[in-house]
């Protein structure tokens, strides 16, 4: 079996990651620590949590304890962008961890925290520099750092970082960053987008992949719950409670509905917490931290926690909204089973969200298996208004991306047989303003108020026109002509 010691690793490093606890390299760290050490572009396609952060970090470290000269004021050797916050304090934290022993100049920079401190570090400037892209601009702008020398760039989580709408900040950073450069790219999914990133910043970049764009991390057991009209906040606490000694993120749409969502669950009597991006940097840190102690044992989450957050010991991850781009959700799932260990995921779906389970399962390539419920109809998804969804059937005839195919039951074939593709309009439609307590598929439509000498037709309201009101009409009009033509005659006899 590879050993760290068979990667190139020097004695130094070992030493630190002996006391990280790491054993034996994963196989990402296997595949991409002798590749960066040789200073190769490296594409990265890992699932989340597979030690990511030491395959492209202790190559990093390595490299730069090899250099003889100090670090300028301002200057930034190596160039970390992470798409959230806690990601980016989460890798600074692991690489410092690596890196004890050496003097290897560390920092982060994220928003929401004193642009003027980070300013006043960076003048002693920075080894590696781990950074959200927003504050790096902010930083760049004001002058704070100086990014054409940096020779080694890392893109973790790249997807999301598209996601998030940082493609105009990285087409910039792709003009600043003039220096000859390693570039390394991570991303647990490899939707086209990534491609030509890939291709603006890398050279010839080696392809490591350590398991298919898009398939979820094995240890994962995935399963649905199609709840209908059941109230969704009950069906969750249920399960919570079947799970007590359980650690569970939930995953809601918008922060409104999560922090509504935590409330519930602490009236209830739950330990939860929330992280969304209503909240604070210091008030998001506090949530990690009781999450990460297990004072909190739930935490209500938005996307922003999707990504990257390293908590060990999650054993249950709900979808109480599934997102609505289907790569999120293995993110989102990726948040237990780390580091080898086992995990479940749970997701809610109600036939209204029958397209967007349709389309991560289209990702996945395969059927998540039921835990209760039926799937929904094409008559039922009808009868709710959803939107139309793509035949499960291509399952069975393999029309899936790649992946193990699973047929979950009998049933999975039995779904809507629509024609729509719930494609990138669906994904970008507006966030809705979201009600945890709201009594589900009892969501009243707004109608106009029934009038008296109103009739239904159809489905909507027509107005009825009828000899007694056209008379009315006809006296109205002739009354507003007339009080017009009294203010044109007052306007004539005014003096000038
Ligand atoms: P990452 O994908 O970098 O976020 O890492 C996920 C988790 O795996 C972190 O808790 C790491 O500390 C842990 N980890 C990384 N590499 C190893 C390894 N070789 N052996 C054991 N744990 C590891």
């Not at 900040?169 to 890939?198: D, E, G, Y």
């Not at 399960?239 to 935590?262: I, N, P, Q, W, Y």
């Amino acid at each position: 079996m590879t050993g760290f010691a068979d990667l190139g690793l020097d004695l130094a490093l070992l030493k630190g990651i002996e006391a990280a606890g790491y054993h034996n390299p994963s196989p990402i760290q296997e595949k991409a620590i002798p590749i960066v050490l040789g200073g190769k572009d490296v594409l990265g396609l890992a699932q989340t949590g597979t030690g990511k952060t030491a395959a492209f970090g202790l190559p990093l470290i390595q490299n730069l304890m090899a250099l003889e000269s100090e670090v300028q004021s301002r200057q930034v050797r190596s160039l970390i962008l992470a798409p959230t916050r806690e990601l980016v304090l989460q890798i600074a934290e692991a690489l410092k961890g690596y890196a004890k022993g050496s003097n290897l100049r560390i920092l982060s920079v994220v928003g929401g925290a004193s642009i003027n401190m980070q300013m006043k570090f960076l003048l002693k400037g920075a080894d590696i520099l781990v950074a959200t892209p927003g504050r790096l601009m902010d930083l760049h702008e004001r002058d704070a750092l100086l990014l054409d020398e940096v020779n080694v760039l890392v893109l973790d989580e790249a997807d999301q970082m598209l996601d998030l709408g940082f493609i105009h900040v990285l087409r910039h950073l792709s003009k600043i960053l003039t220096a000859p450069r390693q570039t390394l790219l991570f991303s647990a999914t490899m939707p086209a987008p990534i491609a030509k990133l890939s291709k603006d910043f890398q050279t010839q970049p080696v392809r490591i992949e350590v398991a298919p764009a898009g398939k979820t991390a094995d240890k994962i057991t995935q399963r649905v719950h199609y709840i209908g009209t059941q109230n969704r906040v009950d069906f969750l606490r249920n399960c919570l409670a079947e799970h007590m000694d359980g650690v569970s993120v939930v995953f809601a749409r918008t922060k409104r509905g999560a922090e509504k969502l935590k409330n519930v669950l602490v009236e209830a009597g739950f330990a939860a917490t929330s992280v969304h991006g209503n909240k604070s940097q210091a008030q998001r840190d506090k949530a990690i931290a009781d999450f990460k102690s297990g004072a909190a044992k739930i935490l209500v989450a938005t996307d922003v926690a999707a990504r990257g957050i390293d908590i060990s010991g999650v054993s249950h991850v709900y979808n109480y909204d599934l997102p609505e781009v289907p790569e999120i959700y293995v993110h989102r799932i990726g948040r237990t089973a780390r580091a080898g260990a086992e995990g479940e995921a749970v997701s809610f779906c109600r036939p209204v969200d029958m397209h967007l389970l349709a389309e991560i399962e289209k990702l996945l390539g395969m059927a998540i298996p039921i835990a209760s419920g039926e799937r929904p109809t094409a008559e039922d998804i009808k009868k709710y208004g959803a939107k139309p969804v793509r035949s499960a059937s291509n399952f069975r005839s393999g029309s899936g991306r790649g992946g193990q195919r699973q047929s979950a039951s009998g049933k999975a074939g039995r779904s809507a047989a629509g024609t729509g593709r719930a494609g990138a309009s669906q994904r970008s439609s507006k966030k809705e303003d979201w009600n945890p307590l709201e009594v589900e598929g009892q969501k009243k439509k707004r109608r106009p108020k029934k009038s008296a000498n109103e009739t239904e037709q159809g489905t909507g309201f027509v107005e009825r026109s009828t000899p007694s009101n056209k008379g009315r009409q006809v006296k109205k009009s002739a009354k507003r002509s007339a009080a017009r033509r009294k203010v044109a005659a007052k306007r004539k006899v005014r003096p000038t």
